[in-house]
């Protein structure tokens, strides 16, 4: 089970940071959602937390990191602009499967965390 949280209003240019209960010896990921748009890649990495992945939207502005002590899995974002506005979903796979934007990675996915960005 997935559990992301942190999610919350923020003005432009600000920052947040959502977390994710992870769920042990996986890959994991977040998606987004935004209104009136398709489920997009954000970012990803492995379980070893020894390499990430962005979607060349995010590069530059977000981290995802991993504490596998705590089993959780973070994405700070910074310089949030509305257009990252939407909800955003923790997701995991199974190693073997990669890391990548392709949502078929990923088996296990969470409840969603709102974000919003007001310009």
């Known amino acids: 089970q997935l559990q992301a949280s942190g999610g919350g209003l923020v003005q432009a240019g600000g920052s947040l940071r959502l977390s994710c209960a992870a769920s042990?010896?996986?890959?994991m990921g977040w998606f987004r959602q935004s209104p009136g748009k398709v489920r997009e890649f954000v970012a990803a990495?492995?379980?070893?937390?020894?390499?990430?992945y962005y979607a060349d939207s995010v590069k530059g502005r977000f981290t995802i990191s991993r504490d596998n002590a705590k089993n959780t899995v973070y994405l700070q974002m910074n310089s949030l602009k509305p257009e990252d506005t939407g909800v955003y979903y923790c997701?995991?796979?199974?190693?073997?499967?990669?890391?990548?934007?392709?949502?078929?990675?990923?088996?296990?996915w969470g409840q969603g965390t709102l974000v919003t960005v007001s310009s």
């Open positions: 990495i492995i379980w070893t937390g020894s390499s990430t």
């Open positions: 997701v995991a796979g199974r190693v073997r499967a990669g890391v990548g934007q392709d949502p078929e990675r990923y088996e296990y």
């Open positions: 042990g010896r996986t890959n």
